[in-house]
């Protein structure tokens, strides 16, 4: 069964530590690409996800709202999710928002 994202959702497989997402372009269309694309690999057993957020060119209101709403699928399923390399953007509305407390960020890539 394959999952094909839209072209800015890239989702290659890590051998020890899950999938890798990398999110690039602004998050803050109303589409649901990205909760897809975690829906589908979530159905088909994976459990660990790193979200590299490094492109991210900008990121709203409803761009939040898919990063939330797709955390909670993700522990509602006994999964992990992990923010790796965020955009300055990304950091200043994570922090603004107090979100940076609830994920579990890493600003070393290889630390995540």
Do not use: C, W
């Not at 898919?66 to 390399?85: C, E, F, N, P, W």
């Not at 300055?88 to 890539?109: G, Q, W």
């Amino acid at each position: 069964m394959d999952f094909v994202p839209s072209p800015r959702i890239q989702i290659t497989s890590l051998e020890t530590r899950g999938l890798l997402v990398e999110i690039s372009g602004p998050l803050t269309a109303l589409d649901r690409d990205l909760e897809d694309a975690i829906v589908g690999h979530l159905n088909a057993g994976r459990r660990d996800f790193i979200m590299r957020m490094s492109g991210v060119t900008n990121i709203d209101s409803v761009g939040l709202g898919q990063l939330i709403s797709v955390y909670k699928l993700i522990k509602a399923s006994d999964g992990t999710m992990r923010i790796s390399s965020p955009s300055k953007r990304v950091r200043e509305r994570l922090k603004a928002t107090r979100l940076d407390t609830i994920f579990d960020i890493f600003y070393d890539e290889t630390a995540a």
